[in-house]
């Protein structure tokens, strides 16, 4: 069993930054993919950034520039939020995809997710 756990979430003023980090737990694996998704209240859970094994990132249009994902052997995932925004106020999820998918921007990739942790940027 897989267990993820978010971390790294508060209170910031727009333009700060803020770092997120998603720590695995329990059985070692190694993800073909570990990505963020966010989900504002009253909208729909959205894609973020991911990463792939082999070091390929990939990001939302709203976060390009502002956002950066990485990763380590260890299977722990941070996202790096620049230039934050209100609109980027939203509970963060971390996600891992052990059995390869191409549809990375989707959450029906991903087989293992955390609690979330919540991001809120005051304007």
């Known amino acids: 069993q897989v267990q993820l756990v978010e971390s790294g979430g508060g209170l910031v003023q727009a333009g700060g930054s803020l770092r997120l980090s998603c720590a695995a737990s329990?059985?070692?694996?190694?993800?073909?993919?570990m990505g963020w998704f966010r989900q504002a209240p009253g909208k729909e859970r959205e894609f973020v950034a991911a990463?792939?094994?082999?070091?390929?990132t990939y990001y939302a249009d709203s976060v390009k520039g502002r956002f950066t994902i990485s990763n380590n052997a260890k299977s722990t995932v941070y996202l790096q939020m620049n230039s934050l925004e209100p609109e980027d106020t939203a509970v963060y999820y971390c996600?891992?995809?052990?059995?390869?998918?191409?549809?990375?921007?989707?959450?029906?990739?991903?087989?293992?997710w955390g609690q979330g942790t919540q991001v809120t940027v005051s304007s």
């Open positions: 990463i792939r094994w082999s070091g390929s």
């Open positions: 329990g059985r070692t694996f190694r993800a073909y993919t």
């Open positions: 996600a891992a995809d052990e059995d390869y998918s191409t549809s990375i921007v989707f959450e029906s990739a991903y087989e293992y």
